[in-house]
């Protein structure tokens, strides 16, 4: 029998040599892959850093602005109250008053909770949501356990499910007014509600330097008076607290611009002023579009200046709180 002469298909020396190939291929791929990811990882780690330098040196920066709007002899609309130290960098102070805002604490009685019903509507709440959120507002600071007709007591708040019911004293803190049944709905409608309330201040809004929707809500105006009078007060730049403001010396100057007689509501006297007493200072510092900013509430007496409240924040694109 003659043994087989066919040659097989393929040498058989060629199948090692393929895998190697593949081989080397394979490593240059793994290669490639932890190059590639090692170098994301190496620049997220850089932008996280360059992110972390740029977040420092805003909040410096509004601290430096702090230094200068807190000072005695600053006043609002001063030069100083904007810097430029470069290209990229910028300081921007605002000084206020706490009176430019509605003090929750001094409205919740039965003479002044209009004030809040007619802000609330203004908002878009209806009249009954308005009434009933003032209601709950006012059980939530009385001493008592009488429910208001649509307001909410201690039980209304088991009833919920909520583990704290109402403090039965004034409001500490802005943040407390949300236990309330129905600031909910004020918040939908007003994201920005904080802005129109404060803590500080003896209850006289003041009148150089408030928003229009706070002013038409205390005095009884339609808005578009209120917003008139502002347009004129704020001058030629458009904005509170600048030195082109024209500023009313006398409220009867004020009545006569909303082209309203002196009120003779009850109490209304006792709701609105023509100045503040409670300075509040807001410093936002920028790195190019990164922006952080303090807003302290101060207290002056005997020349000394005491902070009462100090509130950090990242501004939104309008620069506010
Ligand atoms: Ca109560
Ligand atoms: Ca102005």
């Not at 009685?109 to 009954?128: I, K, M, N, Q």
Request: aromatic letters at 6%; one cysteine or more; hydrophobic letters at 40%.
């Amino acid at each position: 029998m003659q043994p087989s002469t066919s040659a097989p298909a393929w040498p058989s020396h060629r199948a090692p040599g393929g895998s190697a190939l593949l081989m080397v291929l394979w490593v240059i791929a793994l290669l490639s892959f932890l190059m590639v990811t090692t170098l994301m990882i190496a620049m997220q780690d850089v932008e996280a850093g360059v992110a972390r330098e740029m977040i420092s040196r805003a909040r410096h920066l509004a601290e430096s602005g702090l230094a200068i709007g807190c000072h005695q002899q600053i006043e609002a609309g001063d030069p100083l109250l904007r810097g430029k130290p470069d290209s990229i960098e910028s300081i921007e102070v605002q000084i206020t008053s706490e009176e430019a805002r509605l003090n929750v604490n001094h409205l919740l009685t039965d003479t002044h909770r209009s004030v809040l019903e007619r802000l609330f509507a203004s908002w878009g709440l209806s009249r009954v949501e308005a009434e009933s959120v003032v209601d709950a507002l006012m059980d939530f600071v009385d001493e008592d356990d009488f429910k208001h007709l649509k307001g909410a007591e201690s039980s209304d708040y088991k009833a919920r499910g909520l583990s704290r019911g109402p403090a039965n004293r004034p409001f500490r803190s802005l943040d407390e007014m949300l236990l309330v049944p129905g600031m909910d709905r004020v918040m939908q409608a007003a994201p920005r509600w904080r802005e129109a309330f404060t803590l500080w201040g003896d209850g006289r809004l003041n009148l150089n330097e408030a928003e229009p929707a706070l002013i038409a809500a205390v005095l009884d105006v339609p808005l578009t008076s209120a917003q008139n009078f502002t347009r004129h007060r704020d001058g030629l730049d458009g904005h509170p607290c600048t030195l082109d403001d024209n500023l009313a010396e006398e409220l009867e100057e004020v009545y006569d611009r909303l082209g309203k007689g002196r009120p003779s509501g009850e109490g209304t006297g006792e709701l609105v002023g023509l100045n503040g007493y409670t300075p509040r200072v807001v410093s936002i510092g920028r790195v190019n579009d990164c922006a952080r900013g303090i807003a302290v509430t101060l207290q002056r007496r005997d020349g000394k200046t005491q902070v009462l409240a100090w509130h950090e924040f990242v501004p939104s694109t309008a620069g506010r709180p």
